[in-house]
Structure formats: structure tokens, C-alpha cells
């Protein structure tokens, strides 16, 4: 099967109304308590699902950390919003797929650099209420 992998470039993330033009990664998860039920004999009789969490970080350049600080009004850790991770670029002819996060709260606003560093890359990890697959 010869069909389009999506690359970096063809990334685009929206958090609240804005595009996250200085992102240098994304990533967001879904995960499921799980465990074995034990009963008679030493063997598990099922598997029982208990609760969903989403959390998931952005990587970006400071200006980006600069702006989301100045729209939580001097903390991220005020800002209650969705984001819109999309793949692939339309004007190529690529099929757009969107995941959509919703009501994302970061959990730390972490400054870092390095002598020698030509520029500050932060990682901002977040929770989330929901994950929606290619909503769009």
C-alpha cells in the first residue's frame, strides 16, 4: 500500500482561537485503568476497565510561552481551553485529520536554558477532559 505519511511539517495546532506557529512537538494520550478480577483458582476470570484519563505536553519556543502567559493574564495555569491538533495540508490533496482535545489545563510552566543555547524550547504538559479521533 503506498499511501501518505503524515510528516512534522504537515502539523497544525490551535490552542483556544490561535495557531501555534513556534510548536516544536506535540503529544497527547489516552489511557484506561485496567486489571485482572481474581476469583476461585489462580487464574484471572476477567479483565475490568475502570477510569479514562488524557494528558499529553507541548514542546514550543518561549514567544509561544510568552503569549499563552500574557492570555492566562500572567499564568498558563489559568487558561481552561480546547486544542485542535490537524494533520496533513489540504492544498497537497492530503485527507485532513483532526483530533480535537477538549477543555485542556496545563499542569506546569517550567522556563530552562542552557550556556551555549541559541534559543529556549519549553515543554508544557496538560490534561485534558476528553480526546475526540477526527472529529473534522
Do not use: W
Not at 486489571?35 to 487464574?43: P, Q, T, V
Amino acid at each position: 500500500m503506498d499511501s501518505r505519511q503524515y510528516e512534522f511539517a504537515d502539523i497544525t495546532l490551535v490552542i483556544g482561537r490561535r495557531d501555534i506557529t513556534g510548536i516544536r512537538g506535540i503529544k497527547y494520550s489516552e489511557k484506561i485503568e485496567r486489571e485482572a478480577l481474581h476469583a476461585k483458582g489462580r487464574y484471572p476470570h476477567s479483565i475490568q476497565s475502570g477510569n479514562v484519563t488524557y494528558e499529553g505536553e507541548v514542546t514550543c519556543l518561549q514567544s509561544e510561552l510568552e503569549l499563552l502567559i500574557a492570555e492566562g493574564q500572567g499564568s498558563i495555569l489559568n487558561i481552561i481551553t480546547d486544542a485542535l491538533v490537524s494533520y496533513g495540508n489540504p492544498s497537497n490533496g492530503d485527507t485532513l485529520i483532526t483530533d480535537k482535545l477538549v477543555h485542556i489545563m496545563f499542569t506546569e510552566s517550567a522556563k530552562e536554558m542552557k550556556q551555549g543555547d541559541k534559543n529556549m524550547e519549553v515543554t508544557l504538559p496538560f490534561i485534558a477532559l476528553r480526546l475526540e479521533h477526527q472529529v473534522l
